[in-house]
């Protein structure tokens, strides 16, 4: 608005500037952004992995020749967050094909005429565990996670017994 005189009264009828106000969109809320589809995502945005693995090795090759010792700690952080976010990204690539496959099956058998049945979050989790057991169990790996296992609960079950000065 233009600066007027204090001095001098206001016109009743003042012409007011319409601003157009910016309007903000969110693409995760918008419908205009369309559906999200992990299994196109992913296809999309594969490149993305080319470069991640590329940035890896360079990591790999800077810590090898990195003699700083703080600077190889970080390092060696920014590596280990890299492998976590990648193993992560494949157990959820595995957890899609796994809930694919059973579409696939359950649309098969609906085709064939049998009524469609869909496990339940528990029974989906049991056979996570199991999956997870069977693979433990090929790497060789399975005694030691179960040793851990069993003295996570040990010391679980030792914090909620009484104390002996209690007694």
């Not at 016109?11 to 918008?30: A, E, G």
């Not at 299994?39 to 470069?51: R, V």
């Not at 049945?117 to 996670?145: D, N």
Request: net charge positive; charged share 40%.
């Amino acid at each position: 608005p233009l600066e007027m005189s204090a001095k001098k009264p206001v016109p009743f009828l003042r012409q007011v500037v319409s601003i157009t106000k910016k309007v903000h969109r969110d693409p995760r809320f918008d419908d205009l952004s369309g559906e999200y589809k992990p299994e196109i995502f992913m296809k999309t945005y594969s490149f993305l992995d080319d470069i991640k693995k590329q940035e890896k090795e360079m990591v790999q090759k800077q810590l090898k020749r990195c003699r700083n010792v703080e600077q190889k700690e970080k390092l060696q952080q920014l590596l280990n967050r890299m492998t976590q976010q990648e193993q992560a990204q494949k157990k959820q690539q595995e957890l899609r094909e796994r809930e694919l496959s059973l579409k696939r099956q359950q649309r098969e058998l609906a085709k064939q005429g049998k009524k469609p049945f869909f496990l339940k979050k528990s029974e989906k989790r049991k056979l996570e565990l199991a999956e997870k057991y069977s693979e433990l169990k090929r790497s060789g790996k399975l005694e030691s996670f179960l040793n851990k296992k069993r003295k996570r609960n040990a010391m679980k079950d030792k914090r909620h017994l009484p104390s002996q000065k209690n007694l």
